[in-house]
């Protein structure tokens, strides 16, 4: 038996993750990944109108809003086999498309960057060299030497006082850091500048939605967002002219900095494009429905073998048989009481049955969902094959242009099996950002050529049958495939489950004792130094967790836990 690493909590995610490695030879030779709470917003929906579900379920988590409410109010119209109009569907998809890029630009930079990148390196940076660097590789207006001066002097500062504030606890000096000082100024600069940009992709959820995180503005049937050419009470063309800007400003960065960072650090990691593949089989979603009905798209979708593109199946349209009948749900080692077999989301319940930490037993509050009985890994990377395999145009200006930029920095033709791999997720995240920001463009000029035609319509009513019907929907998050089920009697919600990114990529062991994507990525990766495993820290990350999404917190002796005084 080898060395035993538990890291608990994993840090910059969301949510409370624990994963146990073995580690045997310097390489990771058994993983489990545990989710540390429990979800209970199922529970809450019981018997409530399901034209309230969205506001519910988008309080899942504080990072993943938007994505719960499209998945929620696509569930209960695919129920309602109710039609969305065309500008409720260009307003939801400029929502989508805006939380998307946000979140994209906040996992590389903000939450696995510091993974890569030695910060107190930077420091030794000369900002001439990072400058001339910099404008090798991009037109960014601010790589200049001054603006890295003032990075290097700012950081300086931090650490000659003895406290990093947001930089504090990184791995700094581990062997496993391979960046040169110019090439960690760069990153800790465009670090900082992110925290700056991320800002007008919220800015276009807030116009749209009425605030973020959680919007106001979605209702079955379409958004509650009227449009007026003139009123400054509503949606005027003064507020979309302001997201065109945004648009513009996100664009520049997401091309000239993201995408290139990106890039230069796949080409200095090289060698992580054979560590962290584990699972191969890809699930994805199409997206940015372009019609009233959800059977055209912006994005495509659809299930990989293998990783191999030519195995593509495709998912067509909302309601997709094939996707419907392919989703279940085991509780074989999650803390729910199971002894049923893997449940269809329809049939799924969600009661609490806690053990302790059992390695060959129950071990986590995440369930194990499957595809056809199989584990499936989603997310941004999943996207990309789907890309490829259908020949989507943005996807592959993209995907060539990181590939090439790697080549030539790596010195080395990069194939695309280097995507399957813990730097190729980032990379596919990349790609997938600027197809995102691009998207989110084309949203808004078809919204305003539909306006200009004369249409302002934005909502249809639901009507509600008796009887009892049953409704999917689904929505290609940032993290991946989400989608939401609910069963309906009587205009009642009689049973609700959400299947989420997060759950299927930190899925334990499932039915069949399979093991889920992180548990799969890990195997084989190396440790330096089991005291300090930023390896394994470096795959989870490129996952981008969320936990909250995957699982909910409950007190079972029903103790106050919080107070909340309102003045």
């Known amino acids: 038996m080898g060395t035993r690493i538990t890291i608990d ?7 409370h993750l624990r994963i146990d490695c073995e580690v045997n030879g310097g390489k990771v ?6 989710g540390q709470m429990w979800r209970g917003v199922e529970q809450i929906l019981i018997g409530r109108d ?11 988590c504080g990072v993943c809003t938007t994505v719960h409410a499209m998945a929620s109010v696509r569930a209960v119209e695919n129920a309602l086999n109710l039609e969305v109009p065309l500008n409720a569907q260009y307003i939801r998809n400029m929502i989508m498309t805006a939380h998307a890029i946000h979140d994209h630009i906040v996992h590389f930079y903000h939450l696995s960057a510091l993974d890569w990148v030695d910060v107190t390196s930077a420091l030794k940076g000369d900002p ?3 400058a001339q660097l910099a404008e090798g590789l991009s037109s960014w207006n601010r790589n200049s030497k001054h603006e890295f001066a003032a990075v290097k002097e700012r950081l300086a500062g931090f650490v000659g006082t003895g406290q990093l504030g947001i930089f ?6 581990h062997p496993a850091m391979k960046l040169s000082p110019e090439v960690n100024l760069l990153a800790v600069s465009h670090y900082l500048q992110a925290l700056e940009i991320q800002r007008y992709a919220n800015k276009i959820v807030t116009i749209l939605g009425s605030k973020s995180p959680h919007i106001q503005n979605v209702a079955v049937g379409g958004v509650s967002n009227p449009i007026s050419l003139d009123s400054q009470s509503v949606l005027t063309i003064e507020r979309l002219m302001a997201i065109r800007t945004l648009i513009d400003q996100l664009a520049d960065f997401i091309k000239n900095v993201y995408v290139v960072d990106v890039s230069a650090i796949g080409a200095f990691y090289a060698d992580w494009t054979a560590i962290g593949g584990g699972v191969t089989d890809y699930l994805s979603v199409p997206d940015m ?3 009233t009905k959800g059977t055209v798209f912006d994005t495509p979708g659809g299930y990989v073998t293998g990783g191999d593109p030519a195995t593509f199946k495709p998912i067509k349209a909302f309601g997709d048989p094939y996707f419907r009948d392919g989703v279940e749900e085991s509780v074989k080692h999650s803390w729910y009481k199971g002894g049923k077999g893997a449940l269809h989301p329809y049939k799924g319940e969600t009661n609490p049955d806690y053990t302790d930490f059992q390695d060959n037993g129950k071990y986590s509050w995440v369930k194990s969902p499957t595809f056809y009985s199989k584990p499936a890994q989603v997310g941004p990377l999943a996207r990309v094959m789907a890309g490829v395999a259908t020949k989507h145009q943005p996807t592959m200006t993209y995907l060539n242009k990181v590939i090439d930029t790697v080549g030539a920095l790596a010195h080395t033709k990069i194939p695309l099996s280097a995507l399957h791999s813990t730097i190729g997720r980032h990379a596919a995240r990349a790609v997938m950002c600027a197809v995102d920001v691009d998207s989110l463009s084309r949203q808004w000029d078809l919204l305003m050529a539909n306006i200009a035609k004369g249409d302002t319509k934005t909502f249809n009513k639901p009507t509600f049958p008796k009887g009892e019907i049953s409704g999917f929907g689904f929505h290609e998050a940032p993290r991946g495939v989400l989608s939401h089920w609910v069963v309906i009697d009587n205009g009642k919600i009689k049973n609700y489950q ?4 997060t759950t299927w990529n930190a899925a334990p062991r499932n039915e069949h004792d399979a093991i889920g994507p992180y548990e799969a990525s890990l195997l084989g990766t190396p440790v330096a130094d089991p005291e300090r495993p930023l390896e394994v820290l470096r795959t989870v990350h490129s996952f981008d967790p969320c936990l909250a999404c995957a699982v909910h917190i409950v007190d079972s002796e029903h103790q106050e836990i919080v107070k909340v005084k309102v003045l």
């Open 168 to 173: 504090t606890n990184g791995y700094w000096g």
């Open 128 to 130: 001439a060299k990072t």
């Open 50 to 60: 399901p034209r309230d579900a969205w506001a519910i379920t988008q309080r899942i």
């Open 9 to 15: 909590p994993i840090t910059r995610i969301e949510g």
């Open 289 to 291: 429905p372009l019609d």
């Open 498 to 501: 959400a299947v989420v990114p």
């Open 29 to 34: 030779t058994k993983s489990w990944a545990s």
